[in-house]
C-alpha cells in the first residue's frame, strides 16, 4: 500500500551547510500490517513518517501511496504526534469531532460521533473539560480517539507515548493493539475480506517496537541514514503485553534485532560525542 | 483575596490621610497640590450636576472608536503580513519608522486634518492601539504552534479552515492578554487629544482647570479617569479570564 522508492531527504541549516537526513530509503509496507521503525535519535525516523505524511516532499525519488504517487498532504492517513497536538482551545469533545467538523459534517452529528469515541476511550465524563485540565494518558487517549473517528486506512504514530509514565504507556500500547486488532480500512491490496488499517510507528524503544508490530525496520545513524535491516516479529496475537516481554520467542528476537541496532546506536553516540 | 485588597484600600487611606494633613500642618501648599478633601468635595458637585457625565461619555467613546478601529486595523494588518514573509519584511522598516513616532507631536496635525470633534482624539487613540494591536498579532500568528498546524493540516484541514480553528485562536490568546495595555493607551489617546484641543471630554476638563491655577480641578479630573480605567480593566480581566478558560488547569 505504502511504497517509498529511493527517498532521499536534505536540509538545509541554518548556517548554509547541508544535511543528508535520509538516503535513498526504498521499502513498501504491506496495507493491514503494523509496521515499527526504529533507529538511534537523530536517524530521521520523524522525517520519514513526515514525508509518508505529506508533511514534507522528499528531495528526491517517490513515496506512492495506493499505486499513486503522493503529492501534498497524505489523505489517507492521520497522524498522533509526539508532542501534545490537541487544540488547547477546544473541549475534549470539539477536539475529537474535529476532523469531522472540518470535513463538513454538522454539529450534532460530529458531538454524536465524538461521545461515542469518548466512551470508547473510557473519557465520557471529560467530554466539557479542556485538555490543559486532562493528565498526560488522558490526552493521548483523547488524541487517539481524533484520529480514529476519521477512520483513515493508515495510521502514522511518532513516539506517541514516549512522554508517558511506564504503567500508563504500556496501557496506552495495549489499548492501541485492542483498536487495532478490531479495526478494518477500505484499501486492501486486492486481498479477499476486510484488511485492518496500516499503522507505521516511529519509535526509539525496540521493546516497544517488536510489542507492537509485525515487522521491525531498523534505520542507521544519521547523517544519511539508511535501511540497515528488516525483522519479522512472528508472534501471535492477540498479544498480551504484560506477559509477552518475558516470553522466550520475544527474547530471542530482542537480540536478534537489538545486534543490529546496537551497532548504530553506539555509532550516534560517537557521533554526539567523539 | 481579601488580604490583598484590605491592603490596596489601606495604602490608598495612608496616602491620602497623609497629604490631607501635610497641607493643614502646613507642610504642604494646597495652591500647589490641592487636598484631598477639597478634591472630594469637587468631585461630588461635578457628580450632581451632572457635569462630569457628559464629558466622560464624550472620552469613553472616543477611547472605545479609537479602539475598535486601531484593533481591527492592526489585526488584519498584523494577519496579512505573518502570512506573508515577503511583505512583512518590506514593510518592517517602515512600520518600525511610524512606530517611533511620539504621538503627541502628531496630534496638532490631527487636529487640523479632523478638526476639533471626536474624530481627531480617535485619530490618536487609534495611533498608540494599533502598534500594540499588530504587533501582538502578527507574534501570535508567527508562533501558531506547528504541530497544531500539521496535526489540523492531517486530519483534513483548507487553508481557511487552518486560518479559522488554529491561527485566529492562537493570535487571540496574544490579542487579548495585550488588550489591558491597549485600553490604556485608548484612554491616554483620547485625553490628550481633548487636552491639546477641544471642547469637551476629560482632558478639556483637565485643561480648562490647569488654565486657572486650579490644581484641585486637574486633580480632581486625573482621580476621575484612574477610576474609570481601573473600573473598565476589571471588566476586561472579566472577559478575558472566560475567553481564555482553556488555559487555566
Known amino acids: ?274 | 483575596m481579601t488580604r490583598v485588597l484590605a491592603w490596596q484600600i489601606g495604602i490608598g487611606a495612608a496616602c491620602l490621610a497623609a497629604w490631607e494633613w501635610g497641607v493643614r500642618a502646613g507642610l504642604l501648599d494646597p495652591f500647589f497640590v490641592s487636598r484631598p478633601g477639597a478634591i472630594a468635595s469637587r468631585i461630588a458637585s461635578w457628580t450632581l450636576s451632572g457635569t462630569i457625565w457628559r464629558h466622560l461619555a464624550i472620552t469613553l467613546e472616543e477611547a472605545v472608536l479609537g479602539l475598535i478601529v486601531g484593533a481591527i486595523l492592526g489585526i488584519v494588518l498584523g494577519f496579512v503580513l505573518a502570512r506573508s514573509p515577503f511583505a512583512a519584511s518590506v514593510s518592517d522598516p517602515y512600520i518600525k519608522m511610524l512606530n517611533a513616532v511620539p504621538r503627541v507631536v502628531l496630534a496638532p496635525l490631527f487636529l487640523l486634518w479632523f478638526g476639533l470633534g471626536i474624530w481627531s482624539k480617535v485619530a490618536l487613540a487609534v495611533t498608540l492601539v494599533f502598534f500594540v494591536m499588530f504587533f501582538n498579532t502578527f507574534q501570535g500568528v508567527r508562533d501558531a504552534d506547528r504541530v497544531l498546524i500539521d496535526n489540523v493540516r492531517m486530519l483534513g484541514a483548507s487553508e481557511r479552515q487552518l486560518v479559522r480553528h488554529v491561527l485566529v485562536p492562537s493570535a487571540l490568546t496574544w490579542i487579548f492578554s495585550s488588550l489591558q495595555t491597549s485600553l490604556g493607551f485608548a484612554m491616554v489617546g483620547a485625553v490628550v487629544g481633548e487636552y491639546l484641543g477641544s471642547a469637551r471630554g476629560l482632558g478639556y476638563v483637565i485643561s480648562q482647570a490647569e488654565g486657572t491655577f486650579d490644581t484641585t480641578g486637574v486633580f480632581a479630573g486625573m482621580f476621575v479617569l484612574a477610576v474609570v480605567v481601573v473600573v473598565v480593566s476589571a471588566g476586561v480581566t472579566r472577559v478575558e479570564r472566560y475567553l481564555l478558560r482553556w488555559k487555566s488547569s
Open chain 1, 1 to 274: 500500500m505504502i511504497v517509498l522508492d529511493g527517498v532521499s531527504r536534505v536540509f538545509r541549516t541554518p548556517a548554509g551547510a547541508v544535511y543528508c537526513a535520509l538516503d535513498r530509503i526504498s521499502l513498501s509496507i504491506a496495507a493491514g500490517s503494523f509496521c515499527a521503525i526504529v533507529g538511534p535519535s537523530g536517524c530521521g525516523k520523524s522525517t520519514l513518517l513526515n514525508m509518508i505524511a505529506g508533511l514534507i516532499p522528499p528531495s528526491s525519488g517517490v513515496v506512492r501511496v495506493g499505486g499513486a504517487e503522493l503529492s501534498g498532504v497524505n489523505r489517507h492517513a492521520t497522524y498522533m504526534f509526539q508532542q501534545d497536538a490537541l487544540l488547547p482551545w477546544k473541549d475534549v469533545r470539539d477536539n475529537v469531532g474535529l476532523g469531522l467538523t472540518l470535513a463538513g459534517v454538522g454539529r450534532a452529528e460530529a458531538h454524536a460521533r465524538a461521545d461515542a469515541w469518548l466512551e470508547r476511550v473510557g473519557l465520557t465524563a471529560f467530554a466539557r473539560h479542556f485538555p490543559a485540565q486532562l493528565s498526560g494518558g488522558m490526552r493521548k487517549r483523547v488524541a487517539m480517539a481524533q484520529n480514529w473517528i476519521l477512520d483513515r486506512d493508515l495510521l502514522l504514530m511518532d513516539e506517541p507515548f514516549s512522554a508517558l509514565d511506564i504503567h500508563t504507556r504500556q496501557r496506552m500500547e495495549g489499548e492501541l493493539l485492542g483498536l487495532w486488532e478490531s479495526s478494518t480500512a477500505a484499501l486492501s491490496d486486492g486481498a479477499e475480506g476486510p484488511v485492518r488499517k496500516t499503522i507505521v510507528f516511529v519509535t526509539h524503544d525496540l521493546e516497544e517496537a517488536l510489542a507492537l508490530a509485525d515487522r521491525v525496520i531498523v534505520l542507521s545513524a544519521g547523517p544519511a541514514s539508511r535501511v540497515v535491516a528488516e525483522h519479522v516479529v512472528s508472534l501471535a496475537r492477540p498479544r498480551d503485553l504484560l506477559e509477552l516481554r518475558t516470553q522466550p520467542a520475544f527474547v530471542d528476537l530482542y537480540r536478534g534485532v537489538w545486534a543490529d541496532l546496537r551497532a548504530e546506536v553506539i555509532k550516534s553516540q560517537r557521533e554526539a560525542h567523539p
